[in-house]
């Protein structure tokens, strides 16, 4: 049972998804990151061990898995391939450790989220980074971002959560303050909406343009949801926790 909360109605709906988990028949380590290809028919989970791992959405199949010797805390995937980050970063960058990466609808712009709260960008053919243009302002370390076209939101450990028009370094809106950590962030409704998944198990939707809270999606308590990805062209959300569920948006009225 699927709990929504929209304005002041409460409204249990039932979902038809049927969950399937990161290791086979079971509940595995937690996943700290969650991408998908460009038609949402293939996922890649990353969870704490450094353990990638490719589903099959529509078979509900896993297809392979990579292990590292150390833990990652960044994935994203672009031409076909896979960009990760360890604890510590290979390219040494100011900002105090890499702690998330969103790579952007086009494969040309990596967003590098920092301990620090800045964010940087670096172009994943040339490997340079912009020195430019970074994002500054936050005061607490990066913990989940997402693109919608030029649009990046971020979200940081002391519950900013902000949407930045990122060419221009120029912050254009400011949501509720968070009063749990969130891990994990989406655009869906093309760009209409956002959805945040936090330290509790919930993941809330809030509207792009008012900056309004449109509904909240409560899953097990106390599960942090470390990733959120739109499949299924739009009509699946899937949700990343100590396993992988995937959610009917239509009948929740979030397409």
Same mark, same amino acid.
């Given at each position: 049972?699927?709990?929504?909360?929209?304005?002041?109605?409460?409204?249990?709906?039932?979902?038809?998804?049927?969950?399937?988990?990161?290791?086979?028949?079971?509940?595995?380590?937690?996943?700290?990151?969650?991408?998908?290809?460009?038609?949402?028919?293939?996922?890649?989970?990353?969870?704490?061990?450094?353990?990638?791992?490719?589903?099959?959405?529509?078979?509900?199949?896993?297809?392979?898995?990579?292990?590292?010797?150390?833990?990652? /805390?960044?994935?994203?995937?672009?031409?076909?391939?896979?960009?990760?980050?360890?604890?510590?970063?290979?390219?040494?960058?100011?900002?105090?450790?890499?702690?998330?990466?969103?790579?952007?609808?086009?494969?040309?712009?990596?967003?590098?989220?920092?301990?620090?709260?800045?964010?940087?960008?670096?172009?994943?053919?040339?490997?340079?980074?912009?020195?430019?243009?970074?994002?500054?302002?936050? /005061?607490?370390?990066?913990?989940?971002?997402?693109?919608?076209?030029?649009?990046?939101?971020?979200?940081?450990?002391?519950?900013?959560?902000?949407?930045?028009?990122?060419?221009?370094?120029?912050?254009?809106?400011?949501?509720?303050?968070?009063?749990?950590?969130?891990?994990?962030?989406?655009?869906?409704?093309?760009?209409?909406?956002?959805?945040?998944?936090?330290?509790?198990?919930?993941?809330?939707?809030?509207?792009?343009?008012?900056?309004?809270?449109?509904?909240?999606?409560?899953?097990?308590?106390?599960?942090?949801?470390?990733?959120?990805?739109?499949?299924?062209?739009?009509?699946?959300?899937?949700?990343?926790?100590?396993?992988?569920?995937?959610?009917?948006?239509?009948?929740?009225?979030?397409?």
């Amino acid at each position: 049972m699927l709990l929504l909360t929209l304005g002041l109605a409460v409204l249990a709906a039932q979902s038809d998804a049927t969950p399937f988990s990161v290791l086979l028949g079971e509940r595995g380590p937690v996943v700290q990151n969650l991408v998908a290809d460009e038609d949402g028919k293939t996922l890649y989970s990353l969870d704490g061990q450094g353990v990638i791992q490719a589903w099959d959405v529509a078979a509900r199949e896993r297809l392979w898995t990579a292990a590292d010797a150390f833990p990652y /805390t960044g994935l994203a995937l672009g031409d076909e391939r896979l960009v990760t980050t360890p604890g510590m970063p290979r390219r040494k960058l100011d900002n105090g450790g890499v702690t998330c990466l969103a790579l952007d609808d086009k494969d040309k712009t990596l967003a590098i989220g920092g301990a620090d709260g800045t964010v940087r960008f670096l172009n994943p053919k040339t490997s340079k980074v912009d020195e430019k243009n970074v994002l500054e302002g936050h /005061t607490d370390a990066i913990t989940a971002m997402a693109w919608s076209k030029s649009d990046l939101a971020v979200a940081t450990a002391n519950g900013e959560l902000w949407i930045w028009a990122a060419s221009k370094g120029k912050r254009e809106l400011e949501l509720e303050a968070q009063d749990a950590v969130v891990h994990s962030l989406v655009f869906g409704g093309k760009g209409k909406w956002l959805a945040a998944g936090n330290a509790q198990g919930e993941v809330r939707f809030f509207d792009t343009k008012s900056g309004a809270r449109k509904a909240t999606l409560t899953g097990e308590a106390g599960k942090s949801v470390r990733g959120l990805v739109i499949v299924d062209k739009g009509k699946s959300l899937a949700a990343a926790t100590d396993a992988i569920d995937l959610w009917d948006l239509v009948a929740l009225g979030l397409q």
